[in-house]
């Protein structure tokens, strides 16, 4: 080999080596598992969604009718989900159990009853 195509060699080496490490990188970081809601006058579909405690997760709400929200106190999520657009909300949940979440624009007779839960288990 001649010296340029030794330094070929070694910058070749190097960008595999780099590269290497992202892929380790992006392999570790853990992947946020999505999860697609619909709303609708007066319901969110699925209504009961299972999470796992620790494991991040990203909401994706689309309306089928009007504008309608999503709000979960207990975790201090809130988003508007209007007609035509994916509302997206990450989150990890930090504690096991049964959380409410509810709609929380106003949107016709039966709104009071637009609401879903929750399970965070371990
Ligand atoms: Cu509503």
């Known amino acids: 080999m001649n010296m340029k195509s030794k330094q070929r060699a070694s ?5 595999l080596a780099f590269g290497l490490c992202l892929a380790a990188l992006s392999a570790t970081a853990q992947e946020a598992k999505i999860i697609k809601i ?7 579909t699925p209504d009961e969604i299972a999470l ?6 990203v909401l994706e709400f689309t309306s089928l009718d009007r504008l309608h929200g999503f709000s979960c106190p207990d975790f201090g999520i809130r988003a508007d989900i209007a007609p ?9 949940p930090d504690k096991t159990g049964r959380f409410l979440f509810h709609c929380d624009i106003f ?3 039966g709104h009071e009853d637009m609401a879903g839960v929750f399970v965070v288990k371990e």
């Not at 910058?11 to 960008?15: A, D, E, N, P, R």
């Open 11 to 15: 910058i070749f080496v190097l960008l």
């Open 38 to 44: 619909t709303a609708q006058r007066f319901k969110y």
């Open 52 to 57: 796992k405690k620790g494991e991040p997760v």
């Open 84 to 92: 035509g657009k994916t509302a997206k909300v990450s989150f990890t």
């Open 107 to 109: 949107c016709g007779s």
